[in-house]
């Protein structure tokens, strides 16, 4: 093989492979420096001031605690993406919580726009309820609070509706 060729074959291939390298090396200064101007660096919007709460927030988990409210959320379907939402409220002594104001804000944890609000009405013994029915069927977050005089009381409950 002619000399001249073999060294023109070299640069060719030496060429093509820095060409590869620089174009790889752009496209990574491209994206690093998208990344860093696009995003915050936070994960929560106002981490300041919810950081400041977090006393309270242990606080209202220690006082719900020491309620002892016993709490039964159950979901019946009734027709397709449709249901009645049973809520139970039991004291520590397992007395029934009559009298209490119920409501439940549902929101769709993989779509937003989707969430609503229902208000649960007591039916007797500690027992309320709602008949619900979603945009959507699903995977569904309840967030439930009741309040009874002073007292009050939260919690999440995942519902599957089909």
């Not at 007395?95 to 609503?116: W, Y």
């Amino acid at each position: 093989m002619d000399p001249r060729r073999e060294a023109r074959s070299r640069r060719i291939v030496l060429g093509s492979l820095a060409a590869f390298a620089l174009v790889v090396l752009a496209m990574n200064g491209f994206l690093i420096t998208m990344a860093v101007k696009t995003w915050r660096g936070l994960a929560v919007d106002s981490p300041y001031e919810r950081g400041l709460s977090y006393n309270q927030t242990l606080e209202q988990v220690r006082a719900q605690t020491a309620l002892g409210w016993q709490v039964e959320v159950a979901f019946r379907a009734s027709a397709p993406s449709e249901g009645k939402l049973d809520v139970t409220l039991r004291d520590k002594a397992g007395q029934p919580i009559s009298g209490a104001e119920l409501e439940v804000v549902l929101v769709r944890p993989t779509q937003a726009g989707s969430d609503f609000r229902a208000y649960l009405n007591g039916v007797g013994s500690g027992v309320y309820q709602a008949e619900l029915a979603f945009p959507a069927a699903g995977v569904w977050d309840a967030y439930l609070a009741a309040r009874a005089g002073e007292d009050s009381y939260q919690r999440r409950e995942r519902l599957l509706v089909r």
